[in-house]
């Protein structure tokens, strides 16, 4: 499946949405990580980096989605990145570095549970893609 192309709207939409939710939320935390920090209990230079990081991961999103057909494997490492931010985000609540808020605990499993809908749906949408070549 991998050495296959994908297409399909669906998929395209979805990698939008989340480019653009990526993206609005990477400026977000990047830009007000002093504030943001104490209300949630997080610490402001890694609410900072993570801002930063989100920035090219949503210019990536944004190319693919405007691609009509590409391979598998960046839709496979979109997916992969989306799991792994679900992940993390987990043991930052139960292992992190500084003890969240409410709020804070609120915000990232807010954050995890959407970055977890776009996975399934990413998912499902390489998964109609592919099948369409089939």
Same mark, same amino acid.
């Given at each position: ?7 399909? /709207? ?11 939710? /990526? ?112």
């Amino acid at each position: 499946m991998s050495l296959k192309n994908v297409s399909g /709207s669906l998929l395209r939409r979805v990698l939008l949405l989340d480019g653009v939710a /990526s993206g609005a939320m990477g400026l977000l935390m990047a830009a007000a990580a002093g504030p943001m920090g104490p209300l949630l209990g997080l610490d402001p230079a890694l609410l900072r980096t993570a801002g930063l990081g989100l920035i090219p991961f949503a210019l990536l999103l944004g190319y693919l989605a405007s691609r009509a057909t590409l391979p598998a494997w960046p839709v496979w490492f979109v997916v992969a990145v989306n799991a792994l931010w679900v992940v993390d985000s987990v043991l930052l609540m139960t292992h992190g570095p500084t003890t969240p808020t409410g709020l804070g605990v609120l915000f990232v499993a807010a954050q995890a549970a959407a970055v977890a809908l776009f996975a399934v749906l990413e998912y499902a949408g390489l998964r109609r893609g592919t099948a369409a070549l089939a």
